[in-house]
Every structure is written in C-alpha cells, then in structure tokens.
C-alpha cells in the first residue's frame, strides 16, 4: 500500500520565485496537514483540512503561503515570492482521525 | 487551546541505562502518539494511545498514558545505541488537529 508521497522531494530555487509542494495523501484518509521543520528544530503546524470543513490556516506565517486541498485528495502548498527563511524541510501528512502518517518531505532551499 | 510541553528537550544517555521522557498536556484530549525522527528523515509512528492507563511495549521503549494527569511517559530500558533520535509526542481532541510537542533529542553514548 502506498504511503504520503510528497514532491519533488529536493526544490531549490531563487529568491523571489514561486514555488508548489505537492502531498498526495493516503487514500481515504480524511485530515491532511502541512508542517515546517527548520534544520535541528521541532514540527511548525501550517494548515490543516480535515474532510470537508474548512482549513484551519492558523499556522501561516504569512500571505506568501497558501495551500489548498482539491477533492479532499491531493494538497498543494504555495509560497509565493520565497524568501531565504522559507529554506526548511516541508512535511505533510494524512490521518483517517487516528494517527497520522507522514510523508518524506520536500527540502526547500531559496538561495 | 491544546499546548504539548516535552521534557527534557536534550538528553544524552550512557548505554545500559534506562530514563523517562515526559510529555504534558493542557486540556482534555482523546489520542496521544509517540513518534520517533532519524536525523534527515521524517518521522515514524512508534505508540498510539487512546484510553486512560493504557501502556505499550515495543522493544526497549514502553510508552504510557495517564489522562487524568493529562500526562504520557515514553521509558527506555537498558538504552542501545540505535535509540538515538528525536522524539516527539503529539495529542489530539476530536477532529481538531493533532498538537506536537517540541521534540526530545535523544543521544545514546557507547
């Protein structure tokens, strides 16, 4: 059975430039979430979908992110316009509401 | 709103010991995870417990649960070296999400 697959599993990029991550979930798990880890630092919550309420995006760091979940399957996170401190490891992960399963990661490095 | 407070966050360990990571809770919650990262990868799912006194053993690590004292304790016994890694607690409430702790790091020294 497949896992959380997450892409491209290494991205770097420019500063300044837009950048998508992409999650594709465990199938029929309902809750899907975004974290940001920083080299040697703990899990940073992003944004959670859970079925068909609404995200709860309170983790944002700013209006440069954006995610969105389309057929409650696969996530997409956006960042706009990157900055050199959105360099981190991007995880995401799928829950049927009991635990959550991660995914590999995308490292991000805006250089 | 749900806080997870880790203690300790470091700890370096002899082999052959045992210890106890603790992992505390603010409010009333339903689930509690143990998860464990290896340096550069992602994290994988080691205890879940749902119900009040429940405890779980795999290997050297056991992992309990006291909801009453909103409490969770993930023990190492006669600690090796291949434990060495981060590890995380995270707690959930209903379909709210899960609430991750701040991670312990973990070092076993032969």
């Known amino acids: 059975g497949a896992g959380v697959s997450q892409s491209p599993s290494n991205k770097v990029t420019e500063k300044g430039k837009d950048v998508e991550l992409r999650c594709d979930p465990i199938?029929?798990?309902?809750?899907l979430y975004w974290y940001r880890q920083s080299l040697g630092q703990g899990l940073e919550f992003l944004i959670y979908f859970q079925g068909n309420s609404a995200p709860d995006k309170s983790g944002l760091p700013s209006d440069r992110f954006s995610a969105e979940r389309t057929g409650g399957s696969v996530s997409t996170l956006t960042i706009q316009r990157t900055q050199q401190e959105d360099s981190a490891v991007y995880l995401c992960?799928?829950?049927?509401?009991?635990?959550?399963?991660f995914g590999q990661g995308t490292r991000l490095t805006v250089v | 709103e749900l806080k997870v407070e880790q203690n300790p966050l470091f700890l370096s360990m002899q082999e052959g010991k045992n210890y106890t990571i603790y992992c505390n809770y603010s409010t009333t919650s339903d689930r509690l995870y143990w998860y464990r990262q290896d340096p550069g990868k992602s994290l994988e799912s080691l205890f879940v417990?749902?119900?009040?006194?429940a405890v779980k053993q795999e290997g050297r690590l056991m992992a309990s649960l006291d909801t009453k004292a909103r409490l969770s304790t993930l023990h190492i016994t006669a600690a090796v070296h291949d434990l060495s890694a981060t590890y995380f607690c995270?707690?959930?409430?209903?379909?709210?999400?899960?609430?991750f702790g701040q991670g312990t790091r973990l070092t076993i020294n032969p």
């Open positions: 995270a707690v959930g409430q209903g379909a709210q999400k899960l609430v």
């Open positions: 199938s029929g798990h309902t809750a």
């Open positions: 992960a799928s829950s049927p509401l009991t635990e959550a399963f």
């Open positions: 417990l749902l119900s009040n006194g």
